[in-house]
């Protein structure tokens, strides 16, 4: 049984567990005042081109977004996100708990553009009900697709000109940053986005968010809601072994190339294949559209997620792909599909 | 520079890298639903002798606080706590950013008695103030002192008696039970107490604390909580490993009992120079009175905290040992204090 | 300038003015203990011919929705809401500001049924999305709908049959019963839903609603969440007062009937002018589609909410009535409509 | 059985009621935008001399505290309160349930000044503890003391030198103001202070608090907040129409005046009969520490809280006075314990 259920299924990159050990006896500061978190901020600040940046790092993508989220609120403000958005729907209520209202907007491919936005603050006109403050998209999207330059651009101007905080969610960041079909480059988004974070727990690392607040008003006594929200690791020396391994050289890039590669490959052979997607995404997950019999077939060797009903004979299932996937497992898949097609003698449409 | 500031300031015990090298390409599932974390769990649960608790692995104490104590409380209730509780200002205001109020009780030694807590109770009268509901105890206490088993039967049956939860912070409970004044069996707390952990950070592990739900109504739906509180990690085998690895065997209390043996030594080294301690502590945090000239001196070479003060000429500092303290250092250190003491002919009371 | 915008444009009932007067040098007990309140509470469980019901007296709805719904949850427990609900958008966040998510199910009549309630659940599978536990409705709905018994029972037994409380928001209930459409009575609700309240705000009194708890399980402890809420008001007995005149007779009932026999006479009018209506609500709040030009003339002379575009040259607006609103006011309104028709020339569909 | 137990036993004062009647059928705007509120907003301004302040009516202390407290502050940041501060015990925790901390001061007279403050920002040194932000301060104290104009001047000016946020709970603000030992004016206030209250409900109101943003800071989307918190009447005008009434000439002021007149007769009389105080309180409040023989025997005749014990003979009681109490009732109270005393022949100390 080979699994594509997640990008999250294996431990870390070997060299961040070299690293580990490496460093394992040195005696250091608790809390994320240790010198590798140190080293990795800078580093990171470095890679952005800009030093007027806080970076912070967090264990993993919920508590992320809530410890940030929460930090920049004030009580009746609200957030606005895609209704595939992962704090909406994936993270038990964890930003409502913090007090905040998620505004949620109808979208078919997972992104946000300014129509959408203008239309939530249309409707939010006065104390009576919430007031529309951060936007949060995620990138790529929860369903894979991502933002481009021009894009991103546009709704950053627009969140600029309406007072709104532009927040990104990272968690996959580096396979959005390798696509294909991205141009932006991560110096670009100190500029276009009020915070935004770069995820290891899915690119390599055991644990690990890296948050990145670009806006100045947003960065004082962050610390304080880290400590708040249980995200001040005593040994936080852990996240920052681990960043400063993934960032001292190209090892973070070279990773999400790696699992968009593999993605492209079973998107290929997939579509030759005759199949259609769900979305067409460009990143480490894919949406084929694949007939019942099929599937089952396919659940055989395979663990991944049936994503959603098409009609009556065919459905969509979640193919996700990572830095540990092998390209064996990959072509062993492809060969086990075009073996059930033959065998079934599957009519394609 | 040697550190005696903390039972954070390094890594993991060599094993536990093992462990995770070992494991690192296996697949298996997210979110804390992987074998290790189910074998942790069990091994938890035989070495307690009990299959009735419900066992979670969570990052760091204070998440452990926040994420048990919330889901424990209705939003009148409120905790009962000694005014050295961590939750009592030592995490930011955590417990209460979840809407609880803590109540503090003024204690010398850092432990709670059946009269404290009366007389907290004696006080909360009608729906004008808040409703008692939860005491919260650390084992050992913030400044190293510890229960004895009898004193928490009493405690125990003060709280059922009085319709209270009893949690304890286990953060560095195995100091508590090597301890060589302590009577308590890790057995014994599953019938003592309705929630509690134990301490991974501060014992041998990356991250990671095992809580312990003990009483039937309070273990509904916690895996909604820790998910809501953003600690439920992806890669959640991360926390199985480490407990896995320090439960497998007498991982665990083997390292606790490093950890006491150096502070042992410590003290009694301590105590033969002709100094006092600011508290009887049995534990692996020790708080000696030391001349203020001593402690500038050995502030050259070891790095601790100052305490507070005592008198104009003397201050308590606290020397914290762990699993990871070397004897060669501990010895080192009594030297150099001998050496100082001898070349400052500093008077002794 | 007459108003049709709402049911609180005026003070309170004459009645409600005289008891206040009546009782106001008697000294008697702060927040809610004094003898009106008793009184009151006592009449209101005879009205609904059972003993075994908390009733409870705040003094606005957001109050009552906020104090009730985060007293009867647990932090991970979800509220499931009409896409019209007040609390999902006409109240500031307040929900989500103690913690809790409103999931939004869209619906046409602001009406929830069975599907509704069940596909909610459907999406709710795991600890990863928040726990669906309350269902919100309120009767009559937002836009003037209303339950009837069928549908009510239907709901209830939906609700039981899976582990959910209902709780009926009854700002407008005085009007739902009174429809004559409605087939539902006060004693019914304590049978079919597990709290629900009893505006008096909008019908007839200063400020007050009247919180009835049914289900046993949510009873307990609830003046210590009003008192933590800001809901419980040191001259309580101003509750009691209003809540004991509104029911010492018919007066409450009465007061429901003429405002909506006033918005009977106003739908039939426009109905015979050839109207038609945005939705077909039996209650005191009427939703008319007139010509723009038409709504034009009328605000000169009349105050109204333009409740949402309907094609080019239509809007539906919105008529309330109150037991204030004067039959004398509601013929000028048609004549001036009809003057205006006349004048206009206005071409009707 | 005449009560002393608070100043919120009776109504409300009778040109509170005939200005309800005035207004009663003049149809106005909702949610506190009705002319009477305007009114009085633009009265409590030119009473303060002041254009440049925000002014919202809310229905009582607690909802006031809970409301302006929680949108003044950040999610760490925390509050200071002496010991008997209202907020700390007397309100369930309500703001806590907003999130927010309070730092108890253990203070002998109810009153902070600088040096309790800075003892608390000297304790709370990092983001390992929440961040003190705002000083709560009540006055007249919940034990019936007073702040002069140079005292509150020195919190002011500490306050401001820290960058702290003063904010003073004025539920009985009226008998602060007015007593001979004060100096203060209502219009020294917005100076002094970022955010205080007038309080009506203890002062000739059914329910109302004025609350005074002084600070610009404080102000912003503040009716969000209120919304939020369920402070925002539908019939506002409840409010409005008491503030104008208590506003338009000197019956605020006259009415504590006669409160505290009566206080100063029982102060008075009770002195000379040679009994002590608990407290030296120059307020409408009044703790006479009574041989507890004779508090029994008052018990028969007047309702009075016992506050607390004082040695084995003796307690001290809280006597109440307020715009309502009667000069024959304090005289015959004078007369029954002067009856009591000869009766029981009770040695005075």
């Known amino acids: 049984m080979y699994s594509f259920k997640n990008d999250y299924s294996e431990g870390a990159h070997p060299r961040i567990l070299e ?174 986005v009020d915070a935004f974070y770069i995820g290891g727990t899915k690119n390599g690392a055991l644990i690990g968010e890296a948050l990145v607040i670009c806006r100045q008003s947003l960065k004082e006594d962050f610390r304080f809601h880290m400590k708040q929200k249980g995200a001040l690791l005593a040994k936080g020396r852990l996240l920052g072994i681990q960043f400063l391994e993934l960032f001292r050289d190209n090892l973070y890039i070279d990773l999400a190339k790696h699992a968009n590669k593999m993605a492209d490959i079973l998107r290929a052979e997939i579509s030759r294949a005759g199949f259609r997607f769900l979305v067409n995404s460009p990143s480490n997950q894919l949406f084929p559209i694949l007939p019942n019999r099929l599937i089952t077939d396919l659940q055989k060797d395979y663990a991944f997620f049936v994503w959603s009903k098409v009609d009556a004979e065919n459905s969509a299932i979640r193919l996700v792909t990572s830095w540990a996937t092998k390209e064996e497992a990959i072509l062993a898949f492809i060969e086990d599909m075009e073996k059930a097609l033959e065998g079934d003698n599957v009519i394609l449409k």
């Not at 809390?31 to 081109?49: F, H, I, Q, S, W």
């Not at 264990?59 to 996100?81: C, D, K, M, Y």
């Not at 600029?160 to 294909?180: I, W």
């Open 19 to 192: 690293a580990l050990i490496e460093s394992n006896f040195k005696q250091d500061e608790g809390y994320g005042e240790d010198c590798y978190t140190r080293k990795a901020v800078d580093l990171l600040k470095e890679r952005m081109g800009r030093n007027d940046l806080d970076i912070h790092l967090l264990s993993g993508g919920t508590q992320t977004n809530l410890t940030a989220i929460s930090a920049f609120l004030r009580p009746h403000e609200a957030v606005i996100a895609a209704n595939t958005g992962h704090i909406l729907v994936h993270e038990t209520g964890a930003i409502e708990a913090t007090g905040h209202k998620i505004i949620s907007i109808e979208v078919e491919d997972g992104k946000l553009n300014d129509s959408h936005i203008k239309a939530a603050l249309d409707l939010h006109t006065d104390e009576h009900m919430v007031k529309p403050k951060l936007v949060y998209i995620s990138n790529p999207t929860e369903i894979g697709t991502i933002y481009n330059k021009y894009e991103l651009e546009q709704l950053s101007r627009f969140c600029k000109e309406n007072n709104l905080f532009l927040f990104m969610d990272g968690a996959r960041l580096g396979s959005a940053l390798c696509s294909e079909e991205s141009n932006l480059e991560l110096s670009d988004l100190g500029r276009l």
